[in-house]
């Protein structure tokens, strides 16, 4: 099976960076894909990582390390709007076709 | 641009009835995913279809059936309905037939069993 463990809440000012840390544990990898969640909204997709290294995207930026089974989501330049849940989710190459995601992780974003 | 469209957006259901929920997915998208979200909770996946086959199935209850149909849209049909059954149900889809590509969520369907 899989698992993953993310923080579960994190707090910053406006435009400060911010990085949430994911960690998993699966029998298969194929990616990691990070989704924001605002309350009562569908998960919305910001990034993918199949191989290690650094992905951009405006002001989100995706890690991953295949061999730490690890990767973070860094914000930059944190807006009010980015309050919201933020959840990493991974792919098994045994089950390609669904997602697993993590706990989830509360960012707060301070005036 | 054209979005997941799910259907109804809320409904509510006495305990032992039955509720379907429907999804339509993203023109041209071949893969559909059905997601169960409780309060505060992370989504679970429930099952998945592929050129209108099922692909893989995660967590769902032997009480919910699915299918996915000649114009791809698909259908979650739940009975005997309990009331740890209220959640958030969300359907995604994607292009490609393999979970390394974007998933698109809609706006999910809100059940609530009373």
């Known amino acids: 099976g899989q698992s993953l463990e993310q923080p579960s809440e994190v707090t910053a000012v406006e435009g400060a960076i911010v990085q949430i840390n994911c960690t998993y544990q699966?029998?298969?990898?194929?990616?990691l894909s990070w989704y924001q969640q605002h309350d009562g909204g569908a998960p919305t997709f910001l990034s993918y990582n199949a191989l290690d290294g650094l992905e951009e995207t405006g002001r989100f930026s995706s890690f991953l390390s295949r061999s730490d089974s690890y990767g973070y989501l860094l914000l930059q330049e944190l807006q009010m709007k980015d309050s919201a849940s933020y959840f990493c989710a991974v792919s098994s190459s045994g089950s390609a076709r669904q997602l697993t995601f993590g706990s989830g992780t509360q960012l707060t974003v301070l005036p | 641009a054209a979005g997941v469209i799910q259907s109804p957006r809320h409904l509510i259901k006495e305990k032992r009835e039955t509720a379907t929920l429907k999804c339509y997915p993203i023109p041209r998208h071949d893969t559909v995913y059905w997601y169960q979200q409780g309060p505060g909770q992370d989504p679970q996946f429930l099952i998945s279809?592929?050129?209108?086959?099922?692909?893989d199935k995660g967590s769902i209850p032997d009480r919910f059936s699915a299918q996915q149909f000649s114009d791809y849209h698909s259908e979650l049909n739940m009975s005997s309905l309990e009331l740890g059954d209220s959640a958030l149900y969300f359907c995604a889809s994607s292009r490609g037939g393999t979970g390394d590509t974007e998933a698109f969520f809609g706006q999910g369907t809100r059940l609530t069993v009373v």
């Open positions: 279809f592929y050129e209108k086959m099922q692909s």
């Open positions: 699966t029998s298969g990898f194929y990616g």
